[in-house]
């Protein structure tokens, strides 16, 4: 080919070649572009922030701690060996060691106290599922560093920011219903009533019915946000475990609750159907929501999708609230929100169970304060006076001195107030009686608590073993106080409990109700430690060392009113040395949750309530009606009918 012919050639050639490369641009361009807006790629999206910004986290740790740094190989005399200060002559390979931990700690405080403010910052930004993750490591019984727990607990106070009305809730709810809102609706409040970080929730009233209601609307990205952050919590987790901040195996069983708690909250038409059965079964004579006064809401089927769920109003404020008061008269500090209070309850007790860390104060067991600045003279005296009378008398004696004070109170607020209606006072002593007006309410409403606690206690005792459907996150937040609107100023009437929130619940099979079923009976009737065990053992719990002291031990723990004895550390980890926990039966742990959780609320109310005790009746029906079942069946296969 001659030149003059080449050059022309090779011009069209790469004319082709750039065309070719720019349409392969531009279309692996556009396919970018669709992707990054799909499910998927949003999800891929907001993975590569949360690494943006949490990489530099890392990486600090990384370069600071990990032996494979070269920072750390060239300075590892200057950060992680005593040497560089010298070695003393007769200084032990122990002491070595020693001094190495020390250092190791200094630097990883230090580390610490830098980066916890930019992780509660991250978490702040990227919002959604990092405000209830933070949430829930403020109160978890894993082993978080203290710098980072506290910038944690600010999240309890602070509710998620929820999403405008006009721009998401309302497309969101017309694309859902297939039908304009003011069809359905004769009103809606665009502020809503409660935010969490999935979805928010709005009052409402039914067009024709005049019927108040509360519209559940689950956020439209949700759907993959929440799978992606789950993801990204899951890999950060296994960083965390690389630079040893969280123990692996702890950390894997946290993780695998967390995703399964959140994952099964988007599922709204499951949580639908299990508030439908539950209320159901409320309307039952026989089960205890009558007698006790406890009601649910009522769904309206036409009104739910998988992103929306329409349910009657209860009026009311939190039962936290209520607490908030009841712990205010009984001078315990509320400042860290009534969820942590009980929820660290909760975690007290699994750090009993597993001794991780050491045991609270006996004063700060009491009152679940946050103070536990408790000298050790008087930690021994407590200690004294604890193995002398019982938790429940120590309970009583604080609840009896502040009924008391609460009723001497509200006595003198009612004789100044009719005296000053004859004007046989001064007015200075009608201002403090009228100043003190709520400690009657207050006074009423003592025993009110009191019931509620054990009401809320029989009530999911009922849902565990004859209904096999039941809240595992019974906290204070899903609690109501429902006072009948026309009887509220009424001093003798008694509100009703409302139980909201069927997102996380567990179901039981029979089987596996007439198991559990067991070993409480067992607590509940002081059986002997091999009875206990052995209920335990049936259950598929595996141990270390199979020590029947300890799983009896463990059971009562559990499930039966605090002792004395629970409150000392020293007991605890004697049974820790006895042996350990390798395998949790999966049936138990969310019923020990529920337990737990509703233990807490009642020992942050000052109640030692045995959950043995109080759902010894309905165990005693799951068992009674799983061997009447048993019978039946054998008896018709003995017949020769098929069932």
Request: net charge negative; glycine share 6%.
């Amino acid at each position: 080919m001659k030149s003059s012919a080449v050059i022309p050639f090779a011009r069209k050639l790469a004319r082709r070649t750039a065309i070719g490369l720019a349409g392969t641009t531009l279309a692996g361009g556009t396919a970018v572009a669709v992707y990054t807006h799909t499910e998927s790629g949003l999800g891929l999206k907001r993975e590569i922030d949360f690494w943006r910004n949490i990489t530099p986290v890392v990486w600090d740790y990384w370069w600071n701690t990990s032996f494979s740094s070269p920072k750390i190989r060239f300075h590892s005399g200057e950060l992680f060996s005593w040497k560089k200060e010298g070695k003393e002559e007769g200084q032990s390979e122990e002491y070595e060691n020693d001094a190495k931990k020390e250092r190791r700690k200094k630097v990883l405080q230090s580390l610490h106290e830098k980066n916890a403010p930019k992780i509660f910052q991250i978490m702040l930004d990227l919002g959604g599922l990092y405000i209830k993750l933070g949430q829930v490591l403020s109160v978890t019984a894993l082993p978080i560093p203290e710098e980072y727990r506290e910038r944690f607990r600010i999240l309890q106070s602070n509710v998620p920011g929820h999403e405008d009305f006009d721009s998401v809730i309302l497309p969101t709810l017309e694309k859902e219903l297939k039908s304009p809102v003011r069809d359905i609706f004769e009103s809606i409040e665009e502020t809503p009533c409660g935010a969490a970080s999935i979805g928010q929730a709005h009052r409402a009233v039914l067009k024709g019915t005049k019927e108040p209601v509360v519209i559940k609307v689950q956020y439209p990205d949700a759907k993959w946000q929440v799978p992606a952050d789950i993801e990204c919590v899951g890999q950060f987790l296994k960083v965390c475990v690389w630079f040893g901040v969280v123990d692996e195996s702890a950390s894997k069983l946290s993780y695998e609750e967390f995703s399964r708690q959140f994952l099964a909250e988007l599922d709204y038409e499951a949580e639908k159907e299990n508030l439908k059965e539950v209320y159901e079964s409320s309307l039952d004579p026989r089960a205890p929501y009558l007698e006790k006064g406890v009601v649910l809401p009522r769904v309206f089927d036409d009104f739910c999708t998988k992103q929306v769920i329409t349910m009657t109003y209860l009026p009311g404020p939190k039962f936290e609230e209520e607490v908030r008061q009841q712990l205010a008269f009984l001078g315990i500090d509320t400042k860290k929100g009534i969820k942590s209070i009980v929820q660290d309850a909760h975690r007290r007790d699994v750090e009993n169970a597993t001794n991780q860390t050491n045991q609270a104060e006996l004063g700060t067991e009491l009152a679940m304060s946050p103070n536990k600045d408790q000298s050790s003279w008087k930690t021994t005296a407590s200690r004294i006076i604890g193995n002398l009378i019982s938790v429940d008398s120590m309970f009583s004696l604080v609840r009896l001195a502040r009924r008391i004070m609460v009723w001497s109170t509200a006595t003198s607020v009612k004789t100044i107030q009719s005296a000053a209606f004859y004007n046989l006072v001064p007015s200075t002593w009608e201002e403090w009686a009228n100043e003190r007006q709520n400690a009657i309410t207050h006074a009423a409403q003592m025993n009110w608590t009191q019931d509620a606690v054990h009401a809320l206690l029989d009530v999911h005792g009922h849902q565990i073993f004859n209904l096999g459907l039941f809240n595992a996150d019974p906290h204070p937040g899903n609690i109501l106080v429902v006072q009948d609107p026309e009887l509220q100023h009424v001093s003798t009437s008694h509100p009703k409990i409302g139980l909201i929130d069927y997102g996380q619940c567990k179901r039981l099979t029979p089987h596996e109700r007439v198991k559990v079923a067991k070993l409480i009976l067992s607590i509940a009737d002081k059986e002997p430690d091999e009875v206990i065990a052995n209920h335990f053992r049936d259950m598929g719990i595996q141990t270390k060392n199979d020590s029947t002291r300890f799983l009896a031990e463990f059971g009562r723990l559990m499930f039966d009113s605090f002792q004395p004895k629970h409150l000392d550390h020293s007991w605890h980890k004697e049974l820790h040395k006895e042996d350990r926990v390798l395998y949790f039966p999966k049936e138990l742990s969310m019923v020990y949750r529920t337990a737990l959780l509703l233990r807490g609320l009642a020992m942050s109310l000052q109640l030692n309530p045995s959950v043995g005790e109080v759902w010894r009746r309905h165990a005693q029906d799951a068992v009674r009606l799983y061997e009447t079942d048993r019978s039946s069946l054998e008896t018709d296969e003995s017949s020769g009918i098929v069932v």
